[in-house]
C-alpha cells in the first residue's frame, strides 16, 4: 500500500477538515473563533495560568524546610491560681473542668487548651478535672492546699 493508493471511505460525503490550516477548514477560522489570546499561533496560555488568580506554584513557599512555626505550636489559655482564688463563684470541693472554665468565662471554648500556672498564695480546696497542663510551682501549690488533680 502506498500514499498514492489510500482512499476516502466511500460513505463520507464531505471534504476532510483540514484543522489549523488558517481557514481552509470548518468555514472561516478553523476551530479558532475571531483574533483574540487562543486564535494566536505558538502556545495560547502559560502551562501554570489558572485564570487570573495567583498560581499554585507562586503560593508555594520558595525556600526548602519552610514552616509556619505558628500552626506547629500549641496555643494555650493560661490561668492564674490567684485569679481562681480571688473569684468568689469559685467555692470549695467544686469540680473545675474546660465546661466550667468556660461557663465562668475563663476560656473562650471547650476544645481549647488550658495552662494553670501559679503567682500567689492558694487556698481553696477544688478539683481539677481533664486540664492540659500544670506548672510545677502550681501542682505543689495544689497539693498544699489538699486540692487533687485528675
Known amino acids: 500500500m502506498k500514499l498514492h493508493e489510500i482512499k476516502r471511505s466511500s460513505g463520507l460525503k464531505d471534504k476532510a477538515n483540514r484543522i489549523w490550516r ?5 468555514w472561516n477560522y ?8 487562543k486564535a494566536r499561533s505558538g502556545r495560547s496560555v502559560s502551562l501554570f495560568f489558572e485564570g487570573w488568580q495567583t498560581p499554585i506554584i507562586q503560593q508555594m513557599p520558595k525556600a526548602r ?6 500552626k506547629l505550636i500549641d496555643k494555650y489559655s493560661v490561668i492564674n491560681l490567684w485569679e481562681l482564688q480571688k473569684d468568689e ?4 470541693k467544686l469540680e473545675l ?3 466550667k472554665l468556660k461557663e465562668l468565662w ?4 471547650e476544645s481549647d487548651l488550658v495552662k494553670i ?3 500567689w498564695d492558694f487556698s481553696k480546696e477544688i478539683i481539677f478535672v481533664w486540664l492540659d497542663k500544670f506548672s510545677k510551682s502550681a501542682i505543689e501549690k495544689i497539693e498544699k492546699s489538699n486540692s487533687k488533680i485528675n
Open 22 to 26: 488558517w481557514n481552509a477548514s470548518k
Open 30 to 37: 478553523s476551530g479558532k473563533g475571531h483574533k483574540g489570546q
Open 65 to 70: 524546610g519552610f514552616k509556619r512555626y505558628y
Open 89 to 92: 463563684r469559685i467555692t470549695n
Open 97 to 99: 473542668n474546660k465546661f
Open 106 to 109: 475563663y476560656i473562650k471554648k
Open 117 to 119: 500556672l501559679w503567682n
